[in-house]
């Protein structure tokens, strides 16, 4: 897949964020963008940011969660504009807080979106795209919780880890139909998820903290190394036009998932100690950005390496 000119790409979760950063990656690549959010007014502010800059993009309200209302959605998209060569399956939902104090509306919440979503968008676009004999690409945003618990966080984990094995699984199954499928990992970054969470009590105030830290990484003394939703974008499109397994992201993503293939004892350790927005103050403490971009280029390799193997 060389390039995106006049390529039809979906991304779910659109209107802000991560997904909000890939739409326009990708229409500053030439491509037509499907944007899909839950929030139709969030999903026309992405679109008109594109057209702002002469982009393609067409706004749909959906939620991943609803099985009708996803099928239905795949329906239009195909009817107006063909089987998508990419689909970003980026909706998240994210709560925080002791396990014994999760309802089982949290739980059906971080289900429907976290696992359910994907498993609806996998469905209808993939069928389309292994009907069109074109090939394409499903890009499945994760999240290191898929490989590291976080404390607090043990809902939100689980649903990450049942995303992750099923982009693995799906990968293989979708092998040699010209599907290529991809699990990418981002670490805490600044999206604006947290703010999004409907939970009460302990739980919403342990999300709102989460907000906090996430906010603070992108302070102006530690923005010359904090990766945020366009730094991820930028790897979903570099991905989108190959065809990787699994691609943690950023550096700190990349060392927690070795860490965790090479010693995953050692890596539940670290986790408890270290956690996500520790590693990225560290890094943005004592690093510099010439050893930061030498250090990621190594971790790559040595993925590129263990999946050759």
């Known amino acids: 897949m060389p390039g995106f000119d006049n390529e039809v790409v979906v991304v779910t979760g659109a209107g802000d964020g991560i997904g909000r950063a890939v739409a326009h990656r990708f229409a500053r690549k030439r491509a037509v963008v499907i944007v899909a959010d839950i929030d139709k007014a969030r999903a026309v502010r992405t679109v008109e940011e ?15 969660a609803d099985a009708a209302a996803m099928e239905s959605f795949a ?41 359910w979503g994907l ?54 199954e979708f092998a040699g139909t010209g599907v290529g499928v991809t699990a990418v990992c981002p670490a805490l970054v600044p999206t604006g998820i947290y703010e999004e969470h409907d939970a009460d009590g302990p739980t919403a105030a342990a999300a709102s903290d989460a907000a906090r830290t996430a906010r603070g990484t992108a ?43 090479v010693s995953p004892g050692g890596a539940r350790i670290a986790a408890r100690v270290l956690e996500p927005e520790r590693l990225t103050r560290l890094r943005a403490r004592w690093s510099r950005p010439a050893a930061l971009t030498r250090l990621d280029d190594y971790l790559a390799r040595k993925l590129r390496e263990r999946a050759d193997h």
Do not use: K
Not at 241 to 255: G, L, M, Q, S
């Open 119 to 172: 498993v609806h968008g996998c469905t209808h676009f993939g069928r389309q795209m292994i009907a069109s004999r074109r090939g394409g690409r499903i890009i499945n945003v994760t999240s290191v919780a898929a490989f590291a618990p976080i404390p607090s966080s043990t809902p939100y984990c689980a649903t990450r880890a049942a995303a992750q094995m099923l982009t693995e699984g799906l990968r293989l």
């Open 219 to 261: 302070d102006p003394d530690e923005r010359w190394v904090t990766h945020g939703p366009d730094s991820i974008a930028r790897t979903i499109v570099r991905v989108a036009a190959r065809n990787p397994a699994v691609v943690p992201t950023p550096i700190e993503a990349r060392a927690l998932y070795l860490a965790n293939r």
């Open 75 to 115: 329906e239009d998209v195909h009817a107006d504009f063909g089987a998508p060569r990419v689909l970003v399956n980026n909706a998240g939902f994210v709560t925080a807080g002791p396990f014994l104090e999760h309802t089982l509306e949290d739980w059906e919440r971080l289900l429907g979106v976290n696992v």
């Open 50 to 64: 594109i057209d702002a800059f002469g982009g393609t993009a067409t706004p749909f309200a959906v939620d991943v």
